[in-house]
Each structure stands twice: as C-alpha cells, then as structure tokens.
C-alpha cells in the first residue's frame, strides 16, 4: 500500500470509484448537513488503497470502548474556522475516529464550503451525517448564540477562525485586531460556562526571533508583526479565562510551525485566494503555470544552502495533532492552560523544498533570487518532545510525502476548489 490514508478510507474511494451513483443517497443533503452534487469526481493517479499505510504514528491510541458508532456517544465539538486549509483536515480526522460529531463555523471570507463537500466524500458512506455547517462570523455575537442553542451539546471547541497574512497585518492592524482578538473573545463569552475543552490555533511566529533553537515552549515570546501579536495576545487572554475559572475550562494551546502538503487522495488541500502569502502554494501554482517563477527572498543566510530554513510539517499530521490535543482534554480534566509545539523538529531550507517538489513533478521548479525580506529569520524550528510526552503525538510524514501530496493536489485541482475533477481509473 502507499502511504496517508486508513483503510477505512481508502475503502470508501474505491466504493466511489464501483459506485459513482451511491453518492446521491449517501451524501445527499438532509436537515443540518452539508449540500454535496453527486456529480463530484475526483481524478486519483494512485489506487488509495496503495495509501493506507502512511502516516499512522501521528494518531492517538484509543480504546475499543471509544471507538462507538452510535451517535448518542458521539462528543460533538464546534470547529471555528472549519473550511480553511487546516480546519478542513481537522474536521476529516475528527470525523474519521467515529468519536466526534462536527459542528463547523465559518464566514467564508477566506475560504471556500467545497471544502466540507469533499471531506464528505472521503467519509465512509454515513458517517457525513455528522458533520454540521453554518455561515457565522465569530464576531456576530447573535449567530454565535443561535448555533450554542441549536447545538446544545457542544462540549468542545477547536479555534481556527480568524486572518493569517504577515503582510496583509501590517497594512491592516486594526481588521486583523478586530477579527482575531475581538472575534475570540465573543467566542469565549458564548462559550463560557457552556464549553470546558478548548483547542487555540496559535502559531510558531509569537517566538519571534529566536534566541536559541530548537523552540521550545519555554522560549522568550515576542511576536514582531501584528498577525503574531494577535496569536500572542489571544494565548494571554485565554490564560487570563483559565485563571479566573479554573474549573471551567480545560486549554490547550497549539503553536504550529509550517503547514504544507494536503490529503494523499489528492481531493483537498490549500486553496489560497488570490497570491499565495506562503511559500509552498506558490511553489505548487508555479508548478501548473499559474505564476511564472518563484521569487526566494535571500540566499546569503548563515544557513547550508543560505536559503532560510523552517520546520515544514505535513497538514494531516497537523490535523491529527488536534485530534490528539483534543482526546487529551477528554481525558484528563486537569490539563489547565498549556502549549504544545506541533512540528517535525527538522528545518528544511527553501531550495530543498524547491527540490523537492521538482522531484514530485519531474521536472525542474523556476526560480530567482531576490533581496531579503524585513523580519524574516534565518532558521526556524520546534522542539516537539512535549507533543510526544503530553499527546503521545509525533510527526510521521517528511518532506518527500508533503511535496508529492501537494503536487497530487494542485496538478488535479490546478484551480483549486473553483473547478470541478474528473475521477480515472488506473485499471
């Protein structure tokens, strides 16, 4: 088998591949669920059931006696933010435990609800059945309350919604204040008192500049664009929440370094709208002749190649940490307020992506050398021993599997979720 996905997954895509006309009964619109076109195919260079072995170290163990179909002991946790890149990933590993019922909010101001259709189709035929979605800004304090009420047995949240573009936050301070900062805390007012299990999105930029690597969560934090201050603050304010109500709530804080790659089924992965702000979608959109080149900004680093080098960490097993991170709240009601870095602890240099991803395609990546950029670092890596320790979570994928995936993904889908995609068969 080739790697990244369960059998059970891979089990439902070859059922779609036999069974194209089951789609409309087990994906149909009902009631609370997401709307899905049974007329969705997807192009699949790889048989998936080559890609159930991949991956499985980053998942949490869990005991046969939580792992119950009945919907009457699924936890059902509110997923903020659940179209985007990340948060549809998530919402994919969460729903595949058979554990959890799903209850996504979402403007879709930066992201797109095709998203959520193709989670369903990835699902064992049922299983989208809980999975929930509604058009709701954090910041709508109304809406908030009408989706707590529809859904009173919300017992956890995992918190994704908000902006995320370095550069965009320095032209727009107050937008991205007012989305990240104020948003969350009109989540935590709904929240409280109704909600104990809390994950925050945070991110590897509130270290800043680096002292001393690898990051561990014990470094200095000092965030040195707006976008990192809002992570920073949103994280103080949520040690202020648990302070104040030590009994009420139960946070972890995960600080992720680079997400890249996408679903091995080559169905989801990350769609930016308009210029890629990150350097692996733009790679990717290069790839299909999208962009002409890639521009790398500096290579006069201190570094081997003197490319600046980040831990890249592939989104599944990104989206598996928050399946662990959240199991952990579950199960130990004690966990109080703390961050976890979720990375591979290896730093990978721009131009070794670049490599890559050139070995995905087969064929060289354009590219051009231009001046650095203010604020960026020469290296940028995690130390993930307490992911291991605290979540029994570890990396599993590197950058071999996170360029193909990519590749698989952007070369299907070179329009992203805006197009619709044929399903071949390699038989």
């Not at 089951?22 to 080559?50: D, E, Q």
């Not at 919402?91 to 095709?114: F, G, M, P, Q």
């Not at 952990?328 to 602890?345: I, M, P, Q, R």
Request: negative net charge; charged residues 20%.
């Amino acid at each position: 088998m080739k790697p990244g996905v369960t059998p059970r997954i891979a089990a439902a895509f070859l059922i779609l591949q036999c069974c194209t006309a089951m789609f409309a009964s087990a994906f149909a619109s009902g009631g609370n669920h997401i709307a899905s076109k049974p007329s969705f195919t997807v192009l699949s260079r790889n048989n998936l059931s080559a890609l159930t072995t991949r991956g499985g170290a980053s998942s949490t163990k869990v005991s046969a006696a939580n792992n119950s179909e009945d919907n009457n002991t699924l936890r059902t946790v509110l997923v903020t933010g659940g179209t985007g890149y990340i948060g549809s990933h998530t919402c994919l590993e969460l729903l595949s435990t058979k554990r959890y019922r799903v209850v996504v909010i979402d403007n879709l101001a930066n992201s797109s609800e095709e998203s959520l259709k193709r989670v369903q189709r990835l699902l064992e035929a049922g299983e989208g059945e809980n999975l929930h979605f509604r058009n709701c800004d954090i910041r709508d304090e109304a809406k908030l309350a009408s989706v707590m009420q529809e859904f009173p047995d919300i017992s956890s949240c995992i918190h994704f919604a908000g902006l995320k573009a370095v550069g965009e936050s320095v032209s727009k301070p107050l937008e991205y204040y007012n989305v990240n900062v104020g948003g969350t805390t009109t989540l935590l007012q709904q929240l409280s008192g109704k909600v104990k299990h809390f994950v925050f999105s945070s991110s590897a930029t509130v270290y800043g500049e680096p002292e001393m690597l690898p990051l561990t969560e014990k470094a200095r934090l000092s965030a040195t664009n707006p976008y990192g201050r809002t992570k920073l603050f949103i994280e103080e304010i949520l040690r202020d929440v648990y302070a104040s109500a030590p009994k009420d709530w139960n946070i972890l804080i995960l600080r992720y370094f680079n997400p890249i790659g996408a679903h091995p089924s080559g169905i989801m992965g990350e769609d930016p709208q308009g210029i890629p702000n990150n350097l692996m979608p733009f790679i990717a959109q290069v790839c299909v002749g999208r962009r002409e080149k890639l521009s790398v900004f500096g290579d006069d680093y201190d570094t081997p190649d003197g490319t600046g080098v980040r831990d890249y960490i592939h989104v599944v097993d990104l989206a598996k940490g928050h399946v662990a991170a959240l199991d952990k709240l579950y199960t130990d009601e004690s966990v109080g307020c703390e961050a976890v870095n979720l990375g591979t602890g290896k730093g990978v240099s721009v131009l070794e992506l670049v490599d890559g991803m050139g070995s995905a395609t087969g064929k060289p990546v354009p590219y051009e050398i231009a001046p650095r950029r203010p604020g960026d670092v020469a290296e940028l890596y995690a130390d993930p021993k307490k992911a291991k320790e605290m979540l029994g979570w570890s990396a599993a994928l590197g950058t071999k599997e996170m360029c193909e995936d990519t590749w698989r993904w952007q070369s299907t889908n070179p329009m992203g979720y805006r197009e619709e995609v044929e399903i071949v068969s390699e038989n």
